[in-house]
């Protein structure tokens, strides 16, 4: 499994940014899509994921109605759409695969075996 992220930049304070991640995975498998981030001298941070084969989505506490995950089957993408970014969301944000997760698992950055090589996002004051 292969991920690809990308959309990564500088944006003002309350802006909004859409980060890409392509992944080499079948339509219809049994793969969970995860965003985590890292932000300097602080641990890796859970995100949300989504699962590739359909359903809901589940997010981190402070990322919970700003940001939004979703995907594109025909592109091999998955998404995360973050809105009204504040400084506190500066990070390199890494989007991960695993397979067979379930909801209480998805958020442990250990249970993810592929990782894309990460995009950095900075949000300005």
């Known amino acids: 499994v292969q991920l690809q992220a990308s959309g990564g930049g500088l944006v003002q304070a309350g802006g909004s940014l859409k980060l890409s991640c392509t992944v080499s995975?079948?339509?219809?498998?049994?793969?969970?899509m995860g965003w985590f981030r890292q932000a300097p001298g602080k641990e890796r941070e859970f995100v949300g994921a989504?699962?590739?084969?359909?359903?809901?989505?589940t997010y981190g506490g402070s990322m919970k109605g700003r940001f939004t995950i979703s995907k594109d089957n025909a592109k091999n993408t998955v998404y995360l759409q973050m809105n009204s970014l504040e400084p506190e969301d500066t990070a390199v944000y890494y989007c991960?695969?695993?397979?067979?997760?379930?909801?209480?698992?998805?958020?442990?950055?250990?249970?993810?075996?592929?990782w894309g090589q990460g995009t950095q996002v900075t949000v300005s004051s």
């Open positions: 989504i699962r590739w084969s359909g359903g809901g989505q």
């Open positions: 991960a695969a695993a397979q067979r997760l379930i909801i209480s698992e998805m958020s442990y950055d250990r249970n993810y075996g592929y």
């Open positions: 995975i079948r339509t219809g498998s049994n793969y969970v």
